[in-house]
């Protein structure tokens, strides 16, 4: 079993920026697509960007294209999410995810992906 660990969520005002890291247990990280979802109180897992295994490809949710960069440091078993130009409407816990199978192509549904973090809070102030 994959542990996945979060990291850098907090609280910070409208316009500002935040990093998120994800350090993987797993010994096969590269190998992985892995990606990042957010989830407010009474609502369903939303994803917000996902990059494969070789770092070529990257898919963004629409509200965040252009604001947010994913990345990742596979010698590091670590996946990073860039968060600039902040919105309130960003408030949300995040969550780091892996991809249930290696070399797969990103996918944008949670059911796809079988290892979860336990998902750190970021708080955007207006």
């Known amino acids: 079993q994959v542990s996945l660990v979060e990291s850098g969520g907090g609280l910070v005002q409208a316009g500002e920026s935040l990093r998120l890291a994800c350090t993987s247990s797993g010994r096969s990280f590269s190998t992985y697509v892995v990606g990042w979802f957010r989830q407010t109180p009474g609502k369903q897992r939303q994803f917000v960007a996902a990059?494969?295994?070789?770092?070529?490809?990257?898919n963004y949710v629409d509200s965040v294209k252009g604001r947010f960069t994913i990345s990742r440091d596979n010698a590091n078993n670590t996946l990073y999410l860039q968060m600039n130009s902040l919105k309130v409407e960003d408030t949300a816990v995040y969550y780091c995810?892996?991809?249930?199978?290696?070399?797969?192509?990103?996918?944008?549904?949670?059911?796809?992906?079988?290892?979860w973090g336990q998902g750190t809070q970021v708080t955007v102030s207006a």
């Open positions: 995810a892996q991809h249930s199978y290696p070399f797969g192509t990103i996918t944008r549904r949670s059911i796809d992906y079988g290892s």
């Open positions: 990059i494969n295994w070789n770092a070529r490809v990257a």
